[in-house]
């Protein structure tokens, strides 16, 4: 006579596994001001742009070493194409401003794609002219053919 099969295991739960393909590591690509650009004092929409998809999550802005930073929002906001940064920032008329994207190679997080490899660590230095400011931020906008869609300024979560 053969011995009963076992009774059956409860359920359990499975952590979910995600593998992602090892992928080179993001570039910037497009940014604006460009290196070594002189562009309007007052309202600046800084943008970023990678060559890849990016997370909403990560990001890596400093003042380069010895250098000055624009007054920045806390927080860039990653556009609809999954590969574009925009931070409001404001910039005194006649300054020369550089910052460091992703400066510390082996910190955690950061500017990074969808398989969370850290972009290159890259500078931008540029300038503002003397003249006239920009006033609102529906006029950087405009500048940056940016639409209402793309204001930014990230919500926070209603609690």
Known sequence: MAAAP????PPHEVSELRVSPLTPPPNLVASYPTEGEAVPP?????????DQRMT?????ITAATGAEAPSCVKTP???NDGKTFVL????????????AFNAQPDAEGGFQNLSERRARP?????????GEPIR???????????TRLEVP???SPRR
């Open 6 to 9: 076992p009774p059956p295991s």
């Open 42 to 50: 007052g309202v600046l929409i800084l943008k970023l742009t990678f």
């Open 153 to 155: 300024i990230q919500e």
């Open 77 to 79: 906001r990653l556009l």
């Open 122 to 130: 890259v500078t931008l230095s540029f300038k503002t002219t003397a």
């Open 88 to 99: 409001l920032c404001t910039a005194l008329p006649g300054r020369s401003y550089e910052l």
């Open 56 to 60: 909403a999550t990560g990001f890596d």
């Open 136 to 146: 609102s931020l529906e006029e950087a906008m405009r500048r940056q053919n940016l």
